[in-house]
T-cell receptor, first 114, second 112 residues
Framework: EAQVTQNPRYLITVTGKKLTVTCSQNMNHEYMSWYRQDPGLGLRQIYYSMNVEVTDKGDVPEGYKVSRKEKRNFPLILESPSPNQTSLYFC?????????????FGPGTRLLVL | DAKTTQPNSMESNEEEPVHLPCNHSTISGTDYIHWYRQLPSQGPEYVIHGLTSNVNNRMASLAIAEDRKSSTLILHRATLRDAAVYYCILFFTGYNTDKLIFGTGTRLQVFP
């Protein structure tokens, strides 16, 4: 089944403790993205990647790192999490479709930083 | 970034058609019109997209105004499973960008 998977789905951590949220897609898509969703602010893009070893900042990259060493994986790294990074995070991968690109989203990771 | 305007909420009865409007008066010639929806406790899901012509797929239809300043997502027979937040998004397809700009969307309630 074509899908984007994220782990963990739920995470409670403390300020400053490094964490990684994994994202994997099995569709051989070149583009992948990370979004965060906050009440009243909608979904905002954190980082995206056009291919292996090629990444760029989205709208809210501060406090996050990403890497793309393999096409299928795009982990999100929080080196020193802070409470304002408490949010719902979505990973997505993109496919070319009819002159544009459309995105497949993962199920989300709910993060609470104490 | 081009902006879209949608009603905050709409209601429908099951098995009735639903027309979800979207205004995008500042659309540029290279922007595609995308629709996504987000079911409760799930990630957004692609619904349909178009550039200039009306489009149909198994989920919905997309009607695009001739001047492209507005569009309408049509669900032909609403089901309870269609209750979701629907987002109308303008997407510029370029190598150095892959960003969907989500607004607040339209929350669709479907009643049995």
């Amino acid at each position: 089944e074509a899908q984007v998977t994220q782990n963990p789905r739920y995470l409670i951590t403390v300020t400053g403790k490094k964490l990684t949220v994994t994202c994997s897609q099995n569709m051989n898509h070149e583009y992948m993205s990370w979004y965060r969703q906050d009440p009243g602010l909608g979904l905002r893009q954190i980082y995206y990647s056009m291919n292996v070893e090629v990444t760029d900042k989205g709208d809210v990259p501060e406090g996050y790192k990403v890497s793309r060493k393999e096409k299928r994986n795009f982990p999100l790294i929080l080196e020193s999490p802070s409470p304002n990074q408490t949010s719902l995070y979505f990973c997505a991968s993109s496919v070319d479709r009819g002159g544009t690109r459309t995105q497949y989203f993962g199920p989300g990771t709910r993060l609470l930083v104490l | 970034d081009a902006k879209t305007t949608q009603p905050n909420s709409m209601e429908s009865n099951e098995e009735e058609p639903v027309h979800l409007p979207c205004n995008h008066s500042t659309i540029s010639g290279t922007d595609y019109i995308h629709w996504y929806r987000q079911l409760p406790s799930q990630g957004p899901e692609y619904v349909i997209h178009g550039l200039t012509s009306n489009v149909n797929n198994r989920m919905a239809s997309l009607a695009i105004a001739e001047d492209r300043k507005s569009s309408t997502l049509i669900l032909h027979r609403a089901t309870l499973r269609d209750a979701a937040v629907y987002y109308c998004i303008l997407f510029f397809t370029g190598y150095n960008t892959d960003k969907l700009i989500f607004g607040t969307g339209t929350r669709l309630q479907v009643f049995p």
